[in-house]
């Protein structure tokens, strides 16, 4: 390998930490921040399951360490992807397909509580995370 490629990979490398950094302390407090940063950056082992509440929501989230889960928390909570949709008025129901381990789902809940989610996974393990995670939200 040339040392311009190795500086270039050290280079991307610390944009990325760089921003889940940033990412860690606009999205949680205290010590949420730091299991978000300890399981998402530096865990090295067997997968485990970590309770942590982002600051935009009203429930504490599950994520398994050694998986996507910290990256789609990000995409919804942390870069908002849904925001766009915060001007639709009196949302009754939304359809989640494909809604993996709930997040967007306990978004649409935190930001419309007054609808009806139906979340939809076909993956098991996921689907089970899911239950979990939105349990605090009722049936």
Known sequence: MSSNSYFKKISNRLKVLR??????TD?????????????SLLHIGP???YSIKPRN???SLLVRSGSSDASVLAQIFFE??????????????????GANV???SAWFLTKFPNCRVIAIEPESEN??????????FGS
Do not use: H, I, W
């Not at 689907?127 to 605090?136: S, T, V, Y």
């Open 80 to 97: 908002e992807e849904y925001k766009p949709l915060l001007t639709e008025n009196d949302v009754n129901s939304v359809v989640d397909c």
């Open 27 to 39: 999205l949680f407090s205290g010590f949420d921040r730091f299991k978000f940063l300890y399981f």
């Open 57 to 59: 929501c009203d429930v």
């Open 47 to 49: 997968r485990v399951e």
């Open 19 to 24: 921003f889940q950094f940033r990412m860690a």
């Open 102 to 104: 709930g997040y967007s």
């Open 127 to 136: 689907c089970n995370m899911l239950k979990r995670n939105l349990k605090a």
